[in-house]
Every structure is written in C-alpha cells, then in structure tokens.
C-alpha cells in the first residue's frame, strides 16, 4: 500500500477547523466528500506517516484522508 498524494479543496471555519470537501485525483477525476465522519491525529500503518486523519465518505465507502504536514494523501493500493 502507498501513498497517494491528492489535491483537496477544504473549507476552513471560524475556529479554524480544516473540513475536506472534495479530493481531485492527477488524472482530472474528482469526487465529493459525502461525509467526515472522524478527525484525529492518527499514523497510516499501511502507507506510512502520520497527520491528521479524516475518516471520510466518499461515494459510499469509507476512506482513511490524511493531512500530514501541508500535503494531503489517501492511502491507495495501486499507487506508485
């Protein structure tokens, strides 16, 4: 498994709070967040590395998005 890194528009509110919203993948597909479902500070164990972790619904299956340092990945087994 390995990373793969993703551009995301995110919305950010009054208390600061990052919410992804959408992800856009290199190939010029995109996909609505449907839901986040968990935030927290957590470490992939099958790509490696360590961020914030949103648990993420993204068309109707649950997806492990993490913000580690300034770079957005989702963990992705065809990757690399």
Request: hydrophobic share 40%; charged share 30%.
């Amino acid at each position: 498994m390995k990373k793969q890194y993703v551009s995301v528009t995110a919305k950010f509110d009054p208390d600061g709070n990052i919410i992804p919203l959408r992800i856009h993948w290199d190939d010029g597909r995109s996909f609505d967040i449907e839901r986040v479902t968990d935030i927290r500070f957590a470490a992939s164990l099958k790509a490696g590395g360590a961020g914030i972790r949103y648990t993420c619904r993204i068309r109707s299956n649950e997806r492990y998005l993490f913000l580690e340092e300034n770079r957005w990945f989702i963990e992705n087994a065809k990757a690399g």
